[in-house]
């Protein structure tokens, strides 16, 4: 399927292949335009969904990652290893734990960030037309509706 020519496919999930396979595509080259900063893949996104969330519990974090609580274990323990992320017991209930992004650990993610929007900023001005660079910030927030979709239809279902 070419990028430039818009087409209904024959196959109902054609164009949902095409767009998937195209934001994998992105992911991948905004991951190998991230600085060594010492940490895994997997570490990196605890520490951006703690970030995300605020003040979190290990349950939590593990439910909005769609993993066990055992599976960041781990990987907390080596973002609070690295001061990146700091531990403290719940004062309503003295058997929770309570994990929050440091100010390293913050401004990591900022760095992290700030070198992935340049790159991705450089490339769409270098690559792409006008037309198509207007087209894709048009899109972006349909993106992000489609990416916030499942939270907002989770809610839904709770709140009846």
Known sequence: MSTTTLHQSTSPTANATELRESIMALTRQLRRHRSDNGLT???QQV????SRAGVTTPA???ARMHVRVQSL????????????????TDDDDRRRQLIE????????????????DEWLNSAM??????????LLM????????LADGDEKRERLRDER
Request: charged share 35%.
């Open 41 to 43: 893949l997997s570490q």
């Open 47 to 50: 520490l951006g969904e703690v």
């Open 60 to 62: 939590e974090l593990a």
């Open 73 to 88: 274990t781990d990987g907390i323990n080596h973002l609070e290893s690295r001061g990146l992320v700091a531990r403290r």
């Open 101 to 116: 992004v440091t100010t390293d650990g913050m401004r990591l993610l900022e760095q992290d960030r700030a070198e992935r």
């Open 125 to 134: 001005r270098e690559t792409l037309t006008e037309l198509e660079f207007n």
């Open 138 to 145: 048009l899109v972006a927030p349909v993106l992000r509706k």
